[in-house]
């Protein structure tokens, strides 16, 4: 089956979006590390309360997402990222004294553009539509993963921080006008409710399974990709070289996502998950214990293609999920609410495990937190193996 209109347009805006995500998750927090002596503490609140806005906010907005307003958040996230940027264009260098206010209008535009986002794309790509949509979402934004990092990294080595920002606030722009070709999908459905949800998510094993993944994938992925960063940083020092690193391993990225898209189906998502998982947990134990530039490289490249494997067959299963008879009928926003909840209150306790150890231990106590991560993902596999068979079996 071919994708429509709107899945092709929200490809599109999420292939944008991926650009100035990379500039939030690699070069802000590269810019936070070298404007305060590699101290990890401020991205790690910076995230903290980015999370913190999201794990509450997609609650609140829940009812006006239900009621057919997800156009009008889905625009709002992009004036609401022009203001972030352009308050890191004002603030300059005093950007640390901020971080707080900074993180919490981060999570207000992930907040607005996800909830939105994720409930078109539940309610558009439908059956096996839901791979190739995935598939070929993340390979775009894989592809502006390869080429962007290297143009990012140039045009800040090259002129500042700050008028790559501005670069990005243009794409935001764009992102914006496109938003306005996008047809709303109203349903007609009960009032939001999440309570309801959460019971039937303890009934359900489907669900509950489901929840688990996303919390567990919270406390791993995002703080993994800041471990990298950190850890490129480290041992590459400048911006071109995270940029030239951040592309090699996006190649992995996006050649594993188009296999995945193109050539895969639910019946094979066992097999995958479970090579995916024993092969990011050797080679991290591999960097771990034989910590040199060489092994970094080889655990990254790795990562990049059996752990973005298992991000993107959860992210598919989640999806998935969101189509259960249970759940489409009267609570689709519900779940969608729920799930963020879930990822974002992982992500917290992610990050809060990053300022503990920084604060109480030392920087090689970080690799062993990489090693205990890979463990969390190797059971997210398996979880995510026990939920592909649920959802083949109900189909």
């Known amino acids: 089956m071919k994708l429509n209109k709107n899945s092709w347009l929200l490809i599109i805006i999420n292939t944008i979006h991926s650009v100035i995500n ?10 936070f590390l070298n404007i305060t002596n590699n101290n990890i503490i401020p991205s790690s609140i910076f995230y903290i309360f980015t999370y913190l806005l999201l794990m509450v906010g997609f609650t609140l907005i829940g009812p006006l997402v239900k009621n057919g307003k997800k156009l009008f958040l889905y625009r709002l996230s992009f004036f609401t990222n022009a203001i972030l940027l352009l308050l890191i264009i004002y603030f300059k260098e005093n950007i640390i004294q901020h971080i707080w206010f900074l993180g919490l209008i981060l999570g207000l535009e992930k907040m607005l553009y996800w909830f939105p986002q994720n409930l078109l794309i539940s309610q558009i790509a439908k059956g096996n539509q839901i791979i190739k949509y995935t598939g070929y979402s993340y390979v775009f934004s894989g592809i502006t993963k390869i080429i962007m990092p290297i143009v990012l990294g140039y045009l800040i080595t090259l002129n500042s921080f700050i008028n790559t920002a501005t670069f990005v606030l243009v794409l935001t722009i764009i992102q914006l006008f496109l938003s306005f070709f996008l047809n709303e999908t109203i349903s007609k459905t009960k009032k939001f409710n999440i309570k309801a949800l959460w019971i039937l998510a303890t009934r359900k094993e489907k669900i509950k399974n489901s929840l688990k993944i996303e919390l567990l994938k ?8 800041i471990l990298i960063v950190l850890y490129v940083i480290y041992m590459f020092k400048t911006n071109l070289n995270l940029g030239i690193f951040t592309s090699i391993f ?20 066992r097999k995958i998950l479970l090579y995916s998982s024993v092969l990011v947990f050797l080679a991290t134990s591999y960097f771990v214990f034989n910590t040199t530039q060489t092994s970094f490289i080889l655990y990254n490249l790795i990562f990049a293609s059996a ?22 009928v009267n609570y689709r926003p519900e779940y969608i609410a729920l799930r963020e909840c879930v990822l974002n209150f992982g992500r917290i306790i992610g990050f809060g495990l990053i300022i503990l150890l920084t604060l109480f231990g030392n920087d090689s106590l970080l690799k062993y937190l ?3 991560l890979s463990l969390i993902l190797a059971y997210v596999g398996y979880l995510s193996i026990i939920l592909s068979m649920q959802i083949t079996k109900n189909k």
């Open 22 to 31: 990379l500039f939030y998750t690699t070069f802000l927090v590269a810019y």
């Open 218 to 225: 919270g406390i791993v992925l995002d703080i993994t990709d």
């Open 250 to 269: 996006a190649i992995c990225a996006v050649t594993t996502d188009y296999i995945l898209g193109k050539y895969c189906n639910f019946q094979s998502f």
């Open 307 to 328: 752990g973005e494997t298992l991000r993107t067959i959860t992210e598919i299963n989640m999806y998935k999920t969101s189509q259960d008879r249970s759940i489409i």
């Open 370 to 372: 990489i090693l205990g």
